[in-house]
């Protein structure tokens, strides 16, 4: 079952099960400024969940409000912020061999059980299938791509390129961060896991993002060192690729 929530339903139904806050990345606001405002909302609430065959009256749907715990607690989850012609707000979670998603665009928040593949084939399958952009994996400071990318906004690419070789970027390694920089994007997504084990200690994956451009499309994976900076690794990546590194996310929080 999938079902189909306005924001306020959402917001309701999320109080009345006393699930707390809202996890992230789902946003949907407090409705309501009165306790009298929120009882009136509540009693459209029922109703209107009633006319969709989730709400008897009395009780929410029990597999809705399965679905709707699980994503308050579980075990572990897979956020994402997805740029696929619409925004859309992913989560997805598991417990077991239990699991649900969440996916809230346009005002509305679908809320269901994730498919036999799980919450990872889930978010890939809502991915536009592009290919990989030309280039080779390269690995560079963030310093310098952000650097780079304000020479850019200056001087266009003399300036984007004479940044990239100052510092330490060039060869094949120069053509897949200038394609990136220079193509014109259609989409992206970022996406982390998180986990928390049995003593409360919370888990989160490094973000991984992905822009979708005329050229194809590009992975950029930030990792911390020791001294504190952060690296990023660029590289092109096809569906496939993109979808094996999201698993490993969710693998990486789950060993």
Same mark, same amino acid.
């Given at each position: 079952?999938?079902?189909?929530?306005?924001?306020?339903?959402?917001? #309701?139904?999320?109080? @009345?099960?006393?699930?707390?806050?809202?996890? %992230?990345?789902?946003?949907?606001?407090? &409705?309501?400024?009165?306790?009298?405002?929120?009882?009136?909302? +509540?009693?459209?609430?029922?109703?209107?969940?009633?006319?969709?065959?989730?709400?008897?009256?009395?009780?929410?749907? +029990?597999? #809705?409000?399965?679905?709707?715990?699980? #994503?308050? +607690?579980?075990?572990?989850?897979?956020?994402?912020?997805?740029?696929?012609?619409?925004? #859309?707000?992913?989560?997805? *979670?598991?417990?077991?061999?239990?699991?649900?998603?969440?996916?809230?665009?346009?005002?509305?928040? !679908?809320?269901?059980?994730?498919?036999?593949?799980?919450?990872?084939?889930?978010?890939?399958?809502?991915?536009?299938? *592009?290919?990989?952009?030309?280039?080779?994996? *390269?690995?560079?400071?963030?310093?310098? &791509?952000?650097?780079?990318?304000?020479? %850019?906004?200056?001087?266009?690419?003399?300036?984007?390129?004479?940044?990239?070789?100052?510092?330490?970027?060039?060869?094949?390694?120069? +053509?897949?961060?200038?394609?990136?920089?220079?193509? @014109?994007?259609?989409?992206?997504?970022?996406?982390?896991?998180?986990?928390?084990?049995? *003593?409360? !200690? !919370?888990?989160?994956?490094?973000?991984?993002?992905?822009?979708?451009?005329?050229?194809?499309? %590009?992975?950029?994976?930030?990792?911390?060192?020791?001294?504190?900076?952060?690296?990023?690794?660029?590289?092109?990546?096809?569906?496939?690729?993109?979808?094996?590194?999201?698993?490993?996310?969710?693998?990486?929080?789950?060993?």
């Amino acid at each position: 079952m999938v079902a189909t929530l306005t924001e306020v339903e959402f917001d #309701l139904t999320w109080e @009345a099960l006393g699930l707390g806050e809202r996890p %992230y990345p789902i946003d949907v606001p407090s &409705f309501g400024t009165t306790t009298a405002e929120r009882e009136e909302l +509540r009693i459209g609430v029922i109703g209107s969940l009633t006319a969709k065959n989730l709400h008897d009256g009395r009780e929410l749907d +029990r597999e #809705l409000e399965d679905h709707l715990v699980l #994503l308050a +607690r579980n075990d572990f989850s897979l956020d994402g912020l997805l740029s696929v012609g619409v925004p #859309l707000r992913v989560l997805g *979670v598991g417990q077991g061999s239990r699991s649900a998603l969440a996916v809230q665009a346009g005002g509305e928040v !679908r809320v269901g059980a994730a498919g036999p593949g799980g919450v990872v084939a889930e978010v890939a399958g809502m991915l536009p299938e *592009v290919p990989a952009g030309p280039g080779n994996p *390269v690995t560079l400071p963030k310093r310098v &791509f952000h650097d780079a990318i304000d020479a %850019y906004a200056a001087g266009g690419f003399a300036n984007l390129e004479h940044a990239l070789n100052r510092g330490g970027v060039s060869g094949r390694d120069l +053509r897949t961060v200038t394609t990136l920089v220079e193509s @014109a994007r259609s989409g992206g997504g970022q996406v982390a896991a998180n986990a928390v084990d049995r *003593v409360g !200690r !919370r888990t989160r994956t490094p973000v991984l993002n992905w822009f979708d451009t005329s050229a194809g499309r %590009y992975l950029v994976l930030t990792s911390p060192q020791p001294d504190g900076s952060d690296w990023l690794t660029i590289g092109p990546v096809d569906p496939q690729r993109l979808a094996g590194r999201i698993r490993d996310l969710v693998d990486g929080v789950r060993a």
